[in-house]
Structure formats: structure tokens, C-alpha cells
């Protein structure tokens, strides 16, 4: 595709399930971003991927959030046992190389109930 | 740590008016950059500008400018003759060279009226 993918666009689950959020990057992008963003807030740095390998992980709030990346191009953003705090809207964005500009998707906007 | 303020929650212009919108943030690094990035209902965050710190010269981009003072840890953001398109968030970030995350500002929601 054109851009950055992401689904699903919304997702509503209750408190205690897990849900997994995907994001297709630019084809040929080689870094890979997931950000947070709450109500009223700007978005948070949660992962950075180089390749296949997390370089980054020191935004992931807690043990409960996990992403992989496994063959270097779609990733996955899993979180278990969701909390209603868990609720806000998670941007993927992918760039050429670190360093290079960083094209965002529409986000997957979580709702825990 | 760094930290990226917008004191200016939203902003409202005319069509075919200029407006500045203004940001600030705090860091002890010497190499970084700045970006102002625009947010329709989308959600999609859209790159509008992006300003090397080693560079004394004002980026633009076509309406879009900003006024980096870079002493003081400013960096506005200047839309000329805005249209009704232009209406959006509006945030500011800031990265670190050689870092691989943005920092946000908390936005400024700007209406172009007609």
C-alpha cells in the first residue's frame, strides 16, 4: 500500500481481555514506531523496531504490553489483562532509516469497557 | 529530560489570515530537531516542518514557517493565508540526534473560519 496500515481502526474489549494491534509499514521501511496517545495528550513513545529486533522498548508502560516484529516488516502490539487506563488511540509509524522523516497510520483507537 | 510545551490549547483564524502558533521546550543537548506535526480527525500525524538545530536559517515550506530562537527554546509555527484546511491539531516534537523517539507537545486545536 501507499501508506502505513493499521488495524483494526477501532477496537472495543472489556477489562481483563487481550487484544493485539497490527500495523503494515511502508514496504521497504526498516524502522518502526508505536506511539500512545490519550485523550487531550500528545503521543507517547512506546517501541522502536530496527529490523526484526526491538532497539527500543523504555516506553512500555508495564509487563502487560509486548510487540514483536518478526520478520521485519508487519508488527504486532499485544496487551494483556487491558485495563480501562489502557484506552487511548496507538499510532504506528515507519521511516526509510532512523533518522529519516516518519510516516504515521490512522491509529487503532482502543476502548476498554 | 526534555519536555515540549504548547501554551496555547486552541487557536482560532480567519481565512486567509496568518496565525502563530507557539511552542517552547527545555533540553540540555546541543544536536536535535524540531518538528511541528498537523493532526486532522484522521488521526493520521502529518509532518509539516521539520528544523535542524545546527541550523540558524528559519525552515519553511511553501505557507508554513516557523521562528526558531533557539537561545531562548522557542519554536513557533507560522501559517499564512490559512485555509479552511489547515483546521486541525497542531503538535510540537522534539528528537534528539541519533534518538529514535519523539517528544509531544499536549497540541493546539486550530479552527480556520470561513
Known amino acids: 500500500g501507499a501508506g502505513v496500515s493499521q488495524t483494526p481502526s477501532n477496537k472495543v474489549t472489556e477489562k481483563g481481555k487481550y487484544v493485539e494491534l497490527r500495523c503494515d509499514p511502508i514496504?521497504?521501511?526498516?524502522?518502526l514506531y508505536w506511539y500512545r496517545q490519550s485523550l487531550g495528550q500528545g503521543p507517547e513513545f512506546l517501541i522502536y523496531f530496527q529490523g526484526t529486533g526491538a532497539a527500543d522498548d523504555s516506553g512500555l508502560p508495564n509487563d502487560r504490553f509486548f510487540a514483536v516484529r518478526p520478520e521485519g516488516s508487519v508488527s504486532t502490539l499485544k496487551i494483556q489483562r487491558t485495563e480501562r487506563g489502557d484506552s487511548a488511540v496507538y499510532l504506528c509509524?515507519?521511516?526509510?532509516?532512523?533518522?529519516?522523516?516518519?510516516?504515521f497510520g490512522n491509529g487503532t483507537r482502543l476502548t476498554v469497557t | 529530560a526534555q519536555t515540549v510545551t504548547q501554551s496555547q490549547p486552541e487557536m482560532s483564524v480567519q481565512e486567509a489570515e496568518t496565525v502563530t502558533l507557539s511552542c517552547t521546550y527545555d533540553t540540555s543537548e546541543s544536536n536535535y530537531y524540531l518538528f511541528w506535526y498537523k493532526q486532522p480527525p484522521s488521526r493520521q500525524m502529518i509532518l509539516v516542518i521539520r528544523q535542524e538545530a545546527y541550523k540558524q536559517q528559519n525552515a519553511t515550506e511553501n505557507r508554513f514557517s516557523v521562528n526558531f530562537q533557539k537561545a531562548a527554546k522557542s519554536f513557533s509555527l507560522k501559517i499564512s493565508d490559512s485555509q479552511l484546511g489547515d483546521t486541525a491539531m497542531y503538535f510540537c516534537a522534539f528528537m534528539k540526534q541519533e534518538a529514535d523517539k519523539l517528544i509531544f507537545g499536549t497540541g493546539t486545536r486550530l479552527q480556520v473560519f470561513p
Open positions: 514496504s521497504g521501511h526498516t524502522a
Open positions: 509509524a515507519s521511516s526509510l532509516m532512523r533518522d529519516s522523516p516518519l510516516h
